[in-house]
Nanobody, 125 residues
């Protein structure tokens, strides 16, 4: 059974940190490019970050650049999103996604094959 299970969301104060994890089972994560997307209430799903399967190159949305870091542990078949200096506007449901997607189309959600179930991140005092 193919699964992509997320964890690590929660409630955090502004300025705090969270680390999201996405563990894959039933498929080898190493073969896929990985992206994180988020969706806030009433808004469209937006791309946050991406890491390539071919050369490990990364991409970050301007809104998170310098604060978020994407990484992957292929031995554990898991991808991570380290989120620091969190802001209230980071509040959203966060999704991981895997697919054969090149860097040029990294933030197109329709191109991804596997999706996590989503995890809520709330930044509030």
């Amino acid at each position: 059974q193919l699964q992509f299970v997320e964890s690590g969301g929660g409630l955090v104060q502004p300025g705090g940190s969270l680390r999201l994890s996405c563990a894959a089972s039933g498929f080898i994560l190493d073969y896929y490019s990985i992206a994180w997307f988020r969706q806030a209430p009433g808004k469209e799903r937006e791309g946050v970050s991406y890491i390539s399967s071919s050369d490990g190159s990364t991409y970050y949305a301007d809104s998170v650049k310098g604060r978020f870091t994407i990484s992957r542990d292929n031995a554990k078949n898991t991808v991570f999103l380290q989120m620091n200096s969190l802001k209230p506007e980071d509040t959203a449901v966060y999704y991981c996604a895997a697919g054969f997607v090149g860097t040029g189309k990294a933030m197109f959600p329709g191109l991804y094959e596997y999706w996590g179930q989503g995890t809520q991140v709330t930044v509030s005092s």
